[in-house]
């Protein structure tokens, strides 16, 4: 266990991991903005990699206020799982409807591409004239009525099937969790029988999605220059460990302190470096 | 492909599936009441063996009505994936509360112990003196609540979780198919990472208890003298098969006639005969 | 954690696991045979319930020799996963060859049912006449060769292909382990894609055949008479636990003192006891 | 079904599958080099992207000769999934001994690093003084003796293991398949209950390898300007499409026209073309 500030001295870019490392369930933790601001004073150059698709990034930044210069970090270094979905339907899927399931901001990673247009999946209508489903939150639909409509959608009729958040749970609070998209996406492959695309970590995409965002800025940037930081091994660390960059695992969030060392040796995942959060 | 009453003459004991073999979702096919009848007076024994736990073995026989002399089968002779649930709850957990996911008339097989009581997930409260989770049937309870109650449940307390129907989907038309109570099973079971307690066929246990209820009535019952009647290939004739009994896929329900060689060709699942229906 | 000896005495019948419960890799346990007889002689029915199909029931016999009056226990008190094969190829599969993998001994199951020809699978040539394929065991072939051949056979042929021993691994010493068939034979189903037939603990199949076989000796016999006796959760106890008999973990095998609490908590299998071995 | 050379002029830049697209079994297709050259003189730049840790780039070079100026492609146009492993012990693993699995040929994915030396698991020796595993092919080892020397070593050293090729199995001939050392190392990852790092088609690792490569000789280059060529839905087609590339699915391989369409609609993986072979 070491400290992140000396840590972070390393390194060029740092890529963070949001819930569990920079807020948790009552918001961002005290001592991260100044911590950011900070870091972007030494001119480090920072992006948060979120498998979170229920908002837009612009959202996301909201989140951390930075007085009257605006967010502390611009919307465009706040790498959301849904904007790999987004990508995913500019490039391959034609023009009109897609049947998404999760809130209304979520619909925003669908409408983003300029020529698509969000229906939620009970609105679709027997017509089917839609040409992807996409799955973006666990929140903003009745699991049973439109789990049961996406399932028939899908044997129906044979088009793109997305998950944009691949996490089976997130925290609700210190005791409970909550079924995440993701593990709803993987209840409807089953049971279809059918190849889904997931996208968020650990999947390299991610990773190399915000790699290309980075060197925009720094040409040339080496991934030796990078950090990631992240509270959970088997996306966070296992992500950035097989895209080659260092990680850091930070025992602020999924991964407590006493249960560190036997989750490494259980799970095979192990971080370059642990720390207690980013706050030290 | 060859005749069922033909077929039947042979054996002296049958295991009938229900769904898609003596009923569809427009009720009991027209021509069963009079076949089951038939066979009854022929002298065979006959058994329902069905992935069924949303109602109890009498409100199962009641859809069999047989005019004055009560129903055509007795409720006995319907072995339903619901009462290996009964008998595990009787044999292996203690007196007292049991938490169900499912509709009203299938608490029943909780009751049916005469020491658990049946409280719905939702009515358990914070105080957690449940005993073990049964899960029952898909309908009858709000998906995205009481699955997050079950999880979290699960992750608190160390008791045993039951599934009392291993089916994945089931058909609600000649179109359409549902989510089943399996499938949200097999989904809460990989995120507690815990083993649960899966009840129905394939599972041998449901046909070890068909064979001992058999065997009250004609002791020393071969089971070469048993036919095991089913239209999917995975529960029916699998489990069927793997138990050592006679098997016939009907191509009334899950298996159309155009898809019986190729499924049988890609799971490797051979039934013993292949019949268009039990009416043939 | 209880004395065996005093828990035992409310049981009438025992199936007792063999390997970590009653021998290791150094043989029969000392103190075991004394134990046993000492069950015996107080009137218990005593099976040995074991994924093992590597050598003939009277070969595991054999190991527990009595003196002048022959094996500890009868041959017949020995319900090996093998004689589920043995039992399947009798009622499933026509006369003729089948293919096997493992050691000559373990051909026993194949020619046990007098109608099978047993064929080490490099011997069974082009023309693929055999009837079924089983997996027996780990050793006496050549992996690389056989699983090969295996595979290519059940690509061209759709013929019932029957694991007889479900264990993924078994130990060897105090410190190593060995891949065992159970693992080569989901290996095969996964690239197959065809459904295997599996037997062995946790199979309800192994537990209601040792329970036939015990009801032979007494008629009536009541499943809370019984005690199954092991040392690996997910085989002996989650087996037992669902078939509806009580359990005991020993810790004298797979599962170590220090570890039992940890890996019942973590896998949700929980015995009815805990005894530190069965010579306490 | 479409000609691959009108489809082809629309992309600057090509990704080929090897194995069921540019060569088969018997060795290169008659006519791929004259359509390779062809290509290469209207200035497209190719690449081959294979699952093939067997050999080094250079040998794979080798296999396309183009008489007086050498190989027809440059042995640093060759992106196989060994790199990917080459390039993860490079960034993330200590100096020193590597264990492997595979013919001697393919340790060169190992020594590339230029800092570990290549051990197979055979000569490692009980001092274990090994920083990783990586399974490299299926070829070259003893499978029973060393499958089972990796799963301890792995049960023993909490060290990563890479597996550079995800393919579980690969054609030999036009009946037969062999097991890959994908599914070697699915094998071990289950019993050893760790997490591995798999490369190779269809993780988005490789393509995002394939296009900082390409980006080198063409600055700017979009993704709308590539084409996938692969005969393997799962592999080629599924990360590409995943990637966001166009991809072309040629029937000269693992999928044979008549499976194609089945095929497509079974896994709901759906490339953008159809071609006879690359050479129509």
């Given at each position: 266990v070491q400290s992140f500030s000396e840590l972070v001295r390393n390194y060029q870019v740092v890529f963070f991991d949001a819930y569990g490392v920079l807020k948790n369930s009552a918001g961002v933790l005290a001592g991260v903005p100044a911590m950011l601001e900070a870091l972007i004073a030494e001119g480090k150059d920072l992006y948060v990699v979120t498998n979170d698709a229920s908002k837009s990034p612009q959202a996301m930044a909201d989140q951390f206020p930075g007085g009257a210069n605006g967010?502390?970090?611009d919307s465009a270094r706040f790498i959301s799982s849904g904007l790999m979905a987004t990508d995913f339907l500019s490039a391959k899927v034609p023009a009109g409807k897609v049947a998404y399931l999760g809130k209304l901001s979520s619909a925003f990673y669908v409408e983003a591409t300029g020529k698509h247009q969000a229906v939620p999946i009970a609105d679709c209508g027997p017509s089917d004239d839609v040409?992807?489903?996409v799955l973006l939150d666990d929140e903003g639909f009745d699991w049973q009525r439109d789990i049961n409509l996406a399932l028939n959608l899908l044997r129906r009729k044979n088009i793109p099937a997305i998950v944009a958040n691949a996490?089976?749970?997130y925290p609700v609070d210190g005791?409970?969790?909550a079924v995440a998209v993701g593990a709803l996406g993987r209840l409807l492959e089953e049971m279809v029988g059918k190849r889904f695309i997931h996208f968020g970590k650990p999947d390299a995409y991610m990773f190399s999605f915000a790699l290309?965002?980075?060197r925009k800025q720094r040409p040339g940037l080496n991934k030796r220059e990078i950090l990631m930081v992240g509270d959970t091994l088997q996306t966070d660390i296992a992500g950035g460990n097989k895209f080659g960059v260092d990680t850091?695992?930070?025992l602020s969030g999924n991964t407590a302190a006493k249960h560190a060392a036997m989750r490494i040796e259980a799970s095979g995942i192990i971080p370059t470096?642990?720390?207690e959060s980013v706050l030290t």
């Open positions: 967010d502390i970090l040409e992807a489903l996490d089976p749970t005791k409970n969790v290309s965002k980075a850091v695992l930070v470096f642990i720390c």
